[in-house]
């Protein structure tokens, strides 16, 4: 299913060129439900949606935040599944964790408004790269340095808090960092892992959605469609999520990873 869409997306984008509206608006809602989809399942809904915004012709700031938008009733959607779940870590309070993203979160949203469009044009591609690199080697990191490494109480806090301001400021694979940072603070149990990186991601992207809405970066035509086809893709993602191959999708992703982080990288040094 994913592949076909995958496929469909491709499609789209190539048959009817951006500069049409009704075909614009298509490849959004396409766009939307693929990035949905892959967002419920495994992640890296950003390194879909931002790109694709950017292409229908926002600046990238405000297709940046735009997309930010779009996810994030999909994230508050999962918040709200895992309501239940969630619960402090042995070793740090989850409300201490909450007020660190939050903050963070709100730092990150504010530098991404302050940046000029031409110099985050610059900036995109080593985040998307840095994005791709932890969401195909992220776990594999995190073990590695687990094995090697243990970190302080203090040392943690610290690393939420640029994760936070990541989080707001760009947030392409920022639960899978998250989820290394914590298997190196020693935490091994990954079902509570998983469901609390739902939250702080969650947080963090909450307080930079308000401050993007407020700081008028939204474009909401674009968003709003985008926003629609999200929640439809992440619904569908999540009913489907259990009779996926997560290999094959994973490198679905990481393929459509590698060729959007070409293009940017061709698009801001040419």
Not at 31 to 41: D, H
Not at 161 to 179: D, V
């Amino acid at each position: 299913m994913f592949i076909k869409m995958a496929h469909i997306l491709l499609l789209i984008g190539n048959i009817f060129p951006p500069s049409h509206a009704v075909s614009t608006d298509l490849f959004l809602l396409a766009a939307g439900l693929f990035a949905g989809m892959i967002n419920a399942v495994a992640g890296g809904g950003t390194f879909i949606s931002m790109p694709v915004l950017i292409y229908a012709g926002l600046p990238s700031v405000q297709a940046n935040a735009s997309s930010t938008v779009a996810l994030f009733p999909g994230a508050l959607a999962s918040v709200y599944a895992y309501r239940k779940d969630f619960k402090s870590f042995e070793k740090i309070s989850l409300k201490a964790l909450i007020i660190i993203s939050l903050t963070g979160g709100c730092i990150g949203a504010f530098l991404l408004i302050l940046t000029p469009s031409k110099n985050f044009d610059k900036i995109i591609p080593w985040l998307i790269l840095f994005g791709s690199l932890t969401f195909i080697f992220g776990k594999q990191a995190g073990r590695l340095l687990q094995s090697r490494f243990t970190i302080s109480r203090s040392s943690l806090i610290i690393a939420q808090f640029i994760l936070g301001i990541y989080g707001g400021y760009f947030g392409g694979g920022a639960g899978i960092m998250m989820m290394a940072v914590w298997s190196v603070f020693g935490l091994t149990d990954i079902k509570l892992i998983n469901v609390n990186k739902t939250l702080l991601v969650g947080a963090a992207n909450s307080i930079a959605v308000i401050i993007f809405i407020i700081s008028g970066k939204i474009w909401w035509t674009q968003t709003c469609i985008m926003l629609v086809a999200t929640t439809i893709g992440g619904y569908a993602g999540a009913y489907y999520a259990r009779r996926l191959n997560q290999q094959v999708l994973r490198g679905v992703i990481v393929f459509l990873i590698i060729l959007i982080t070409a293009f940017f990288f061709y698009r801001a040094y040419k």
